[in-house]
C-alpha cells in the first residue's frame, strides 16, 4: 500500500519511475514524492471493462521500458486468441445460469451488469444472472435476496473458499443453492495470488477456463485460474 510505505525509503532507493495503481492521487506521499524529485506514474488498468482493455495496458510498459513492439506483438496475440475463442463459444447451445461473488459479513458482493467480470460471462456466452444490473462497480446483496433470487442458478464462481465446509461455515443456507447441492461451485482462491497476478494479462487464458466450467467439463483437468470447490 503506497498510502502507508515511507517516502524516505523511496528517496533512499532512488528509482528511474515508481509505477503506482492510481487509487488515491491525492495521497500524501505522492505530494511528497513529487517534491522529492520523483518521477512517478499511475497505472489504471484496473479501470479497464473489458478484458482486452485491461491486457491492452501491456503496450504502454512497452513503451516504457523500451520494448514498445514486443508488446504490441504479445498483446495481438492475446487479442487474436480471445477473440477466436469467444466467437466460437457463439455457438454454444446451452446458456447456464451463473452467479459470481462471494460474502463480506452479512453482505453478498457480486459483479455489477457493466464490470470487467460481467463482460467474461458475456463473452462466455452464459447468462449472468446480474447482467441487466448498471455499474461498472459491485451490488450489495443481502443474504435473503441472494438465496431467494439463486436457488436455481446452474453456476456459482468465485465464493471466498475452497471447500464445501468453508462455504457452509459462511453460510448453512448455502446449501439450498443448487449450485452448491450440485458440485457446481468453482473459485480461484485455490490460489489466488496466480489469478490477480495473472489474469489481467492472460484474459484468453481465464476466458477458456470459463468455457470449459460452462461448456466443456471433459477438459477440467486443464484449468489454470479455476478449481472445484469441493
Known sequence: DIGQSDIENYIAASPDLIIYSGFDPKAPIIKKMKRAGLSIFANFDWKETHPLGRAEWIKVFGVLFNKKEEAIAIYESIEKKYLKLKQALKDQKEKPSVLVGTMY????????????????????????????????????????????????????LNAAATTHQQLMNMNKRFSLMDAVGNGNSYTYYGDVNCFW??????????????????????????????????
Open 197 to 230: 497476478e495473472r489474469s489481467a494479462i492472460l484474459p484468453h487464458e481465464v476466458l477458456k477456463d470459463l468455457s470449459i466450467l460452462f461448456h466443456d467439463h471433459s477438459a477440467l483437468d486443464d484449468l489454470m485460474f479455476y478449481s472445484e470447490i469441493e
Open 105 to 156: 459479513g452479512d453482505i453478498f458482493n457480486a459483479p455489477a451488469g457493466e464490470s470487467y467480470m460481467a463482460q467474461f460471462l458475456k463473452d462466455a456466452n452464459v447468462d449472468y444472472v446480474y447482467k441487466n444490473t448498471e455499474g461498472v462497480g459491485s451490488l450489495s446483496i443481502s443474504l435473503e435476496e441472494l438465496i431467494t433470487q439463486n436457488r436455481t442458478t446452474d453456476y456459482w
